[in-house]
């Protein structure tokens, strides 16, 4: 009987295009864990692991491996962790595993502020490529009722700073998050600060109730009302057309989405655009034919 080298300490999240990558974790939970949507690490306290407990994992991968490509450090927020001791972790992957190419993150916005650009451009040196940011939204007032701990300002501020060190960022807003009365703002806000970042990768997903929507209404500070699968596809479009992006490569395709969309923007921004507008015109329509594309 083999066993697995790692003893993760569960739940553990990663993106979906980290499905084929080594996950190490170099801290648990989440060092903010207080927004309002959020459920994932609400059963963990967070805590930094022990640099040799996190080294020794890494040993114990390279005995049954040491062709692995690509790596992502878990928990939510390894970019808390100082320059220094994420040097010495990157820096221990990219010495055991030769094929190393990429190593990435999930990250807050605010866990850049105390990190210079000089740091950030050692990180990415070592092999830190790639950062995973749940901006949720660009606007203001939205942040503060969902107690998000970010402003339009911060953001933009923080994440400029890994763009200049050369780190790739992958940036998601969440469709839905302020319900009716906050969707334009929310719409509008969120591809001005999309538009201010130029990131390389931008996602959509729909803000969902995992433990009901009572339990997200008593966490929003402020009237949410839900929106229907109309709504949600109109803020969409709202916030499609205010874009203003070069070669971001943009995807909906998250399963809480009611529509896939893939595409470049703005090569393919009208493309999207008429998507929408035959699945608000037509949204059980457009549901069946997505249905039948992906051979369901």
């Not at 866990?111 to 990180?123: A, C, M």
């Not at 939205?142 to 339009?152: A, D, P, R, S, Y």
């Not at 923080?158 to 050369?166: F, N, P």
Request: aromatic share 10%.
């Amino acid at each position: 009987m083999h066993l697995f080298p790692i003893q993760y300490d569960e739940p553990i999240f990663r993106p979906p295009s980290e499905a084929y990558s080594f996950i190490i974790q170099v801290t648990l939970g989440c060092s903010w864990n207080k927004c309002a949507f959020c459920e994932m690490y609400t059963t963990k306290k967070f805590r930094v692991r022990n640099e040799e407990e996190v080294f020794s994992e890494i040993e114990n991968v390279a005995k049954y491996s040491a062709d692995i490509r690509k790596v992502f450090l878990a928990d939510g927020n390894a970019m808390v962790l100082s320059t220094g001791k994420l040097l010495r972790i990157l820096n221990k992957l990219k010495d055991t595993f030769p094929k190393l190419n990429r190593v990435s993150a999930y990250a807050i916005a605010k866990d850049l502020e105390n990190k210079t650009v000089g740091e950030l451009k050692e990180l990415y040196d070592a092999g830190l490529k790639l950062f995973y940011v749940g901006i949720e939204s660009g606007d203001d007032e939205l942040l503060e009722l969902i107690n998000k701990g970010e402003t339009f300002d911060s953001t933009v501020q923080h994440l400029s700073k890994a763009k200049e060190a050369r780190i790739k960022s992958s940036v998601m807003i969440i469709n839905g998050l302020g319900g009716k009365k906050y969707s334009k703002q929310h719409a509008i806000n969120s591809a001005r600060v999309v538009n201010a970042l130029q990131p390389e990768y931008l996602s959509t997903l729909v803000l969902s109730f995992p433990f009901g929507v009572i339990q997200y209404e008593e966490r929003f500070q402020g009237v949410f009302e839900e929106m229907n699968t109309t709504e949600l596809l109109e803020e969409q479009r709202l916030f499609i057309s205010e874009t203003k992006l070069e070669n971001v490569i943009f995807r909906s395709d998250h399963a809480s989405n009611y529509l896939s969309l893939k595409g470049i923007l703005s090569r393919d921004k009208e493309k999207m655009l008429k998507q929408l507008d035959d699945a608000i015109n037509n949204p059980q329509g457009a549901r069946l034919r997505e249905e039948w594309e992906r051979g369901l």
